[in-house]
Every structure is written in structure tokens, then in C-alpha cells.
T-cell receptor
Framework: DAGITQSPRHKVTETGTPVTLRCHQT?????MYWYRQDPGHGLRLIHY???????DKGEVSDGYSVSRSKTEDFLLTLESATSSQTSVYFC????????????FGPGTRLTVT | KNEVEQSPQNLTAQEGEFITINCSYS?????LHWLQQHPGGGIVSLFM???GKKKHGRLIATINIQEKHSSLHITASHPRDSAVYIC??????????FGQGTRLTINP
């Protein structure tokens, strides 16, 4: 357990509404990640952060934005949710700078109707 | 072609059997991870390795850097081993590329 929580754990929303998912960690890890997991695609990186206010895009960043105003929270926002964003979203952290380990949060299941 | 390929995609076996899941990759890597995901559950890191072999209980992971191949073995398999096993390669410190996973079912 790397002290990672995600909220909400489940959400159903309608197409066109904004949605924000929260990842919270308690151990001041510098690197945080957002992934989505879909059948047939595995896990894919959406965005990651290497410090407060420092973020970068992953391979599937279109339609998503992120913010990190404090070390412990990494927010993922869908500005206008679409059905193609129905997925399970995982947050992850790297526990040490320059390390290769990643530990994952419990996931958020998002359904866009 | 995916950068990380796992085989088989699905595997069903009887309790007690020796299980092997394979992972091949086509890119240079810093390390390779094996992850486990139970149905409806989170993702747990089993191993991270960059050479040789690691063992934890009934699980063994090996990697051959020259052949760009890794295997995950489970000895004396048990129904609680039923899960999706995911191989992921680290390209540099912050980027992981994932395989699509192997769904393992162990029947009693």
C-alpha cells in the first residue's frame, strides 16, 4: 500500500458534462500518473506529473487535462465527457526519483452515458 | 505491432499445475515489471527486474535481455492465483509500456 487513494471510486455521468477525478497520496512522492484501462488496449498513459505545477502528456491525452497544485493531489479533468471516455482510471506513483517502480491506486470506474 | 506482447492471452489450468506466462518486447528497456490484477481489483506489483531471475513464494520471474523476453512462472497453482497478469517495460524512469495482459483461470 503506497498510500494512494482515488475518488470517486465509481461515477456515472452524461455525455457533455465535466468530470474531475482525484488522486491523493500521503507520502510526498514527486511523480504521479494517470492511466486508463480498456479491454483490448491494456493500460495507457494519459498524463503524468513530475512535481507541483509540472505535468506532461501521455499517449492518450486528448480530451483530458490535469492539475497539480500541491504534492499530494493530482486531478484529472474531462472537460466534456464522451462515451469513448468510459473506462477504468488508475492513478500511480513512483516512490523514488529516477526509480522504475510504480504503485497503483484502487481505480475509478467511470461510465459516460 | 505492440511494443510489448504477452502470450497466451487466456490460460485455463487445473489446480496444482505449473504455469508459464510469456512477455516479449521490441524496445530497449530499463526494467521489466510483472503486475497482478484480480477481477474488479486494483493492480499489484509482483516483480521488477532488469536481469536474471527473482522468486517470491510460488512465483518466479525471469528475464533474458539479449532475447528481449521474460517469463512469469507459478508453481503449484491455486484458484486464488486466478487473475490478469500484466507485463510492463520501463523505458526510462517515468514511462511504462504495458502488455495487454494474460487472463489466468485456475480451476479447483
Amino acid at each position: 500500500d503506497a498510500g494512494i487513494t482515488q475518488s470517486p471510486r465509481h461515477k456515472v455521468t452524461e455525455t457533455g458534462t465535466p468530470v474531475t477525478l482525484r488522486c491523493h497520496q500521503t507520502e510526498n512522492h514527486r511523480y504521479m500518473y494517470w492511466y486508463r484501462q480498456d479491454p483490448g488496449h491494456g493500460l495507457r498513459l494519459i498524463h503524468y506529473s513530475y512535481g507541483v505545477k509540472d505535468t506532461d502528456k501521455g499517449e492518450v491525452s486528448d480530451g483530458y487535462s490535469v492539475s497539480r497544485s500541491k504534492t499530494e493531489d493530482f486531478l484529472l479533468t474531462l472537460e466534456s465527457a464522451t462515451s469513448s471516455q468510459t473506462s477504468v482510471y488508475f492513478c500511480a506513483i513512483t516512490p523514488e526519483a529516477g526509480g522504475y517502480e510504480q504503485y497503483f491506486g484502487p481505480g475509478t470506474r467511470l461510465t459516460v452515458t | 505491432k505492440n511494443e510489448v506482447e504477452q502470450s497466451p492471452q487466456n490460460l485455463t489450468a487445473q489446480e496444482g499445475e505449473f504455469i508459464t506466462i510469456n512477455c516479449s518486447y521490441s524496445v530497449g528497456i530499463s526494467a521489466l515489471h510483472w503486475l497482478q490484477q484480480h477481477p474488479g481489483g486494483g493492480i499489484v506489483s509482483l516483480f521488477m527486474l532488469s536481469s536474471g531471475k527473482k522468486k517470491h513464494g510460488r512465483l518466479i520471474a525471469t528475464i533474458n535481455i539479449q532475447e528481449k523476453h521474460s517469463s512469469l512462472h507459478i508453481t503449484a497453482s491455486h484458484p486464488r492465483d486466478s487473475a490478469v497478469y500484466i507485463c510492463a517495460v520501463a523505458q526510462g524512469a517515468q514511462k511504462l509500456v504495458f502488455g495487454q495482459g494474460t487472463r489466468l483461470t485456475i480451476n479447483p
